[in-house]
């Protein structure tokens, strides 16, 4: 390929973001599907264990040198520098070492990673949130499964879309050495495309009517939202270090998204029901774990209720001067509208004392501490794991 074709090639690349601006949503879509339709011709035949398949693929767009694989003889020059062998100015590359090729290849595809540095390690839940909503649909982004798994798995960054394994040379001395390489004209350009893809998500998601927005749906939505654009702000990071420009993507900003999602979880109401309490004790230790994580317990015509079932009973055992209090507590977050179960809890306990009353008392401040501690660990995991419903 020419300097001249490669340099129009990546420029085509950059421009095609443009198209994002200034758009009606009937428009972002259909820019959207037709990122997707480049995303299925560039990954959908990339089965990721052939070589030739792969090689043909980046043949089309940068000339590869093809693969080598060999054993024994003069150390190869690409062994001690990669860019012997892949030209510095089409490729990015790296070399790994194992005693066996599978391990070499891993370790090269790492090593190829570890360039891009810390800017592109996706948060753990960030990845995982992606993944199922891509799983599930909720996220659109290939009617190709093979396509739709690579990309979901790309999310989490500890792979890169396009990486591809080049020469192999086992040196017979039970080392065996391999280069993995990025075409980087390919690579801006499927990342650009993943990234208007991505940008219609965010949007698709964040386009509620009010009632929808105050409920956890509207908060998971926005959550999700914020999660594929810091996955976007990683794959800009890609771009620009592989010589291409994210400026023209129009990238939202993941606070800006988080910040709104922190914003609807402070208007949602949620009021607490507990029966056979004493004093309000188990229904204000409820209360302040909502409370902690921003969500409001009382207000008009609340959409959840945490409806809470407290027995106690009295227990004696022969032979023991004390009486014991057993405390069980079911408490089960309901969504009002549809009746839905949406987070159950539940513990059991059981302290003693010289008078039933002590005992009791005992119980009830062992079951605030557990509600402090259980409950706020168990609300947390929900709200970090929502998936918005579709």
Request: hydrophobic share 40%; glycine share 6%; proline share 4%.
């Amino acid at each position: 390929m020419s300097c001249m074709l490669r340099i129009s090639f990546i420029f085509a690349a950059l421009l095609l973001p443009f198209a994002l601006f200034a758009q009606t949503p009937a428009e972002a879509d259909a820019a959207a599907r037709d990122a997707a339709r480049r995303l299925d011709a560039a990954l959908g035949s990339n089965t990721g264990g052939n070589t030739a398949a792969r090689n043909t693929t980046t043949r089309n767009q940068t000339p590869v040198p093809p693969a080598q694989s060999t054993r024994g003889g003069t150390q190869p020059r690409w062994v001690d520098d990669p860019y012997n062998a892949y030209n510095r100015e089409h490729f990015m590359a790296a070399v790994g070492s194992a005693p066996d090729r599978a391990q070499g290849e891993a370790r090269a595809i790492a090593a190829l990673i570890a360039i891009f540095g810390q800017s592109v390690r996706s948060e753990y839940t960030m990845a995982v949130n992606y993944t199922e909503a891509v799983n599930r649909g909720v996220v659109n982004v290939s009617e190709n499964t093979n396509v739709r798994n690579r990309i979901a798995t790309a999310a989490r960054m500890d792979n890169l879309i396009g990486a591809e394994i080049g020469n192999v040379w086992d040196s017979g001395r039970g080392t065996v050495y391999v280069v993995a390489y990025i075409d980087k004209a390919r690579a801006i350009s499927i990342y650009s495309d993943l990234i208007i893809v991505n940008n219609n998500n965010i949007n698709l998601l964040t386009n509620m009517s009010a009632s929808e927005r105050n409920t956890l749906d509207g908060f998971a939505r926005f959550r999700l939202a914020s999660q594929i654009a810091g996955i976007n702000t990683n794959y800009a990071n890609v771009i620009n270090q592989l010589g291409g420009s994210a400026a023209s993507l129009n990238i939202r900003s993941p606070e800006s998204l988080n910040l709104e999602a922190v914003n609807i979880i402070r208007n949602i109401t949620v009021t607490v029901n507990v029966n056979n309490d004493r004093a309000g004790r188990v229904q204000d230790a409820f209360a302040r774990v909502l409370s902690g994580e921003r969500l409001r317990t009382r207000g008009n015509n609340p959409p959840y209720t945490l409806e809470v079932r407290l027995v106690t009973s009295e227990v004696t055992f022969p032979g023991n001067n004390h009486v014991f209090c057993r405390i069980e507590v079911s408490a089960n977050l309901i969504e009002n509208e549809t009746g839905a179960s949406l987070l159950p809890f539940n513990f059991n306990d059981r302290l003693g004392h010289t008078t039933y009353a002590n005992a009791e008392a005992a119980a009830f401040l062992s079951a605030e501490r557990i509600i402090a501690e259980r409950y706020t660990a168990a609300l947390r995991e929900y709200l970090a794991s929502l998936i918005p419903l579709n």
